[in-house]
């Protein structure tokens, strides 16, 4: 007579098939959550790494500059600047820089191009700028009457020239940037650097040169 033989149903071989599923389910998304968090710490580190590589050029380059282009469009967030030398006698010419934030939406490059206009610029300092509107020229000599005065246009009542406070003018750079997954990951870098070869006051009356 032959005895017994053991063995496992069915239903248990189906319930250890779900419970390993289950382990192995949790373990896999697990991992799959530590890649995408490494993958995103490395591209917000990248994205930082830019913005402050883009912001020594731009502080090195507008230290050693005189004016703007359109140094009458003052205390007015603009997504391009023209900068100009003294090496041109402070107008147009062959060391004349340009900068400006190009996209749509809420996601802009931030581009550099030796020439008067950013027009075919390809040389990118920074990518996921969350606005086109990162620079605000101040004029010598001038000052903003109160802490919300910024971007705020040329009236008195936010921007006073013409003070004697013979300060340099400068540019006012806002750099913000994000990759879209939430506001905690926004990395910001801002700065107003002086034109240091500029005047430091405009002729009697005049607030932009």
């Given at each position: 007579m032959s005895g017994g033989e053991d063995g496992f149903t069915t239903v248990e071989l189906i319930t250890v098939m779900a419970i390993l599923g289950t382990v192995l389910g949790a373990l896999v998304a697990l991992f799959a959550a530590g890649m995408s968090s490494s993958a995103n710490q490395n591209a917000r580190?990248?994205?930082q790494q830019e913005l402050r590589v883009a912001m020594?050029?731009?502080r090195g380059e507008i230290h050693t500059a005189c004016t703007i282009s359109t140094p009458?469009?003052?205390n007015t967030a603009m997504s391009s600047v023209t900068i100009y030398y003294g090496t041109d006698n402070c107008v147009a010419g062959t060391h004349t820089v340009t900068w400006c934030a190009l996209g749509s939406g809420?996601?802009?490059s931030l581009y550099r191009k030796q020439a008067s206009t950013c027009t075919g610029a390809t040389q990118r300092f920074a990518r996921h700028l969350t606005s086109g509107t990162v620079f605000t020229y101040l004029p010598p000599n001038?000052?903003?009457v109160t802490s919300t005065s910024l971007n705020q246009g040329t009236s008195s009542s936010y921007i006073v020239t013409q003070d004697g406070s013979a300060a340099l003018a400068r540019l006012h750079v806002s750099l913000a940037?994000?990759?879209g997954r939430s506001n905690d990951h926004t990395y910001r870098l801002v700065g107003d650097i002086a034109f240091?070869?500029?005047p430091r006051a405009?002729?009697?009356g005049v607030a932009s040169c």
């Open positions: 580190y990248q994205s020594d050029r731009l009458s469009t003052y809420s996601t802009y001038s000052h903003l940037s994000n990759q240091r070869t500029g405009c002729a009697t």
